[in-house]
């Protein structure tokens, strides 16, 4: 197991069910064995690749936290590759898009429309076309998706010279994958393993993610006029806002009451579109707390994102739901807490140096393995686990030790 469960309390009575609520340390994370890769590496595919000037990647959808876990990913493809042109084809969102654009890791993007592959879709497999003129001869395509169609789609619309993947176990792919055990593996290195298939290793620290210095240097000078101290950093919503992982608002507002009268300064956090609930949070807990947005620092909207690594740079802990923001703070060696009631935590655990999870370990945990909804929407494990937990964890937390981060951060300036 990639944990250790370092404390826990019991399920309130109330709810009628019998189980702990776990604090768990993540000391490491778990990989594919490593006598799967290591004989790839003895005759290395990158070798076979006489002149690789065209590399189209190919992703899909692509989120905040989708996007850090795949950051490994570029990292080391563009460091195998450093003068190769490298296209992502995707649909990422706004601050997916910016960090994309800030790591400098790929040289342009091409849109691709979010839809569900069904035969109706290939007027948008078609329009791929433009890509492979644009482009000329590709001489990689890395599919990091599991999908039938769009892999078709791939090797007939841009036709490259040599081609990986794994989907439809590897049928698409020049070269075949072993992924035996793919489901207790993280889900970075479930992408990574395509890299190691090609015998490209991995770069450590793993992740590059770059701040702009002027950025760091406004948000340095924010925290230190306004007294901040000791700060930590809550990510009340997902992507999804009151999503099924959601914690509820009540007891986010409720917890930085109680970190705020134990001298904490709060910061709130999320994405642009959740301003104006943020605002009504911070109103509600008063004190200490504090909320920044772009227009404070006189940036254009698409950097809100720099804004938001910035302040977690200054801060002692993260705690939020699984959401971008806690794989964002674990990515920058930031203390990171993650509320995870119901999560395959081997699989989907923010991958950081300094990062811990709360579980709630009732008969029916991991809900999308064993439970399928046994509590019929009720939410026994969201409820489980009170501000009053959260706090006792957010404690140990802050007074354990850090680690070095993980992040190579390209600009220079600090990264934790």
């Not at 004989?39 to 070798?47: G, L, M, Q, R, S």
Request: aromatic residues 10%; positive net charge.
């Amino acid at each position: 197991m990639s944990y250790e469960t370092i404390d826990q309390w019991p399920v309130p009575s109330c709810l009628d069910i019998e189980g702990q609520v776990q604090l768990n340390r993540h000391h490491s994370f778990n990989d594919y064995p490593e006598d799967l890769y290591q004989k790839w590496k003895v005759d290395p595919a990158i070798e076979k690749l006489k002149e690789v000037t065209n590399v189209v990647l190919y992703v899909g959808n692509l989120k905040l936290g989708d996007y850090v876990m795949l950051n490994p990913f570029l990292n080391s493809l563009r460091t195998a590759f450093p003068s190769s042109h490298i296209e992502l084809m995707g649909s990422p969102v706004p601050p997916a898009r910016a960090l994309i654009t800030g790591d400098r890791l790929v040289d342009s993007i091409f849109e691709v429309k979010r839809m569900k592959h069904r035969p109706w879709s290939f007027p948008e497999y078609m329009r791929w076309g433009k890509l492979k003129r644009k482009m000329g001869k590709i001489d990689l395509l890395i599919d990091t998706q599991r999908q039938f169609l769009p892999s078709v789609a791939l090797k007939t619309v841009l036709a490259p010279e040599k081609n990986i993947g794994y989907s439809s176990g590897s049928i698409f792919s020049d070269w075949k994958i072993d992924e035996s055990g793919r489901n207790k593996v993280h889900a970075t290195f479930q992408i990574v393993v395509i890299l190691r298939r090609l015998g490209i290793p991995l770069v450590y620290p793993l992740h590059l993610l770059s701040t702009p210095t002027i950025i760091e240097k406004k948000v340095t000078a924010f925290f230190q006029e306004n007294g901040m101290g000791k700060t930590i950093a809550l990510f009340p919503f997902t992507a999804e806002m009151d999503g099924c992982r959601s914690w509820p608002r009540e007891y986010f507002i409720k917890l930085a009451e109680l970190l705020v009268n134990n001298g904490y300064s709060i910061i709130l956090m999320g994405a642009t579109s959740q301003s104006e609930e943020l605002k009504k949070m911070r109103d509600k807990i008063g004190g200490r707390s504090f909320l920044v947005d772009w227009t404070q620092f006189e940036l254009p909207e698409k950097d809100s994102i720099f804004l938001s690594m910035a302040c977690l740079k200054n801060c002692e802990l993260s705690f939020s739901c699984m959401s971008g923001g806690g794989h964002l703070a674990a990515a920058l060696g930031v203390r990171t807490l993650v509320f995870a009631p119901f999560e395959r935590l081997d699989k989907f655990a923010p991958l950081g140096p300094n990062v811990w999870s709360l579980f709630c370990n009732i008969p029916c945990s991991p809900c999308v393995v064993k439970g399928k909804l046994a509590c019929k929407g009720d939410r026994w494990c969201v409820h489980s686990i009170s501000p009053d937990i959260v706090k006792k964890a957010i404690d140990q937390c802050v007074s354990s030790p850090g680690k070095f981060p993980l992040v190579n951060d390209r600009s220079g300036v600090r990264a934790c």
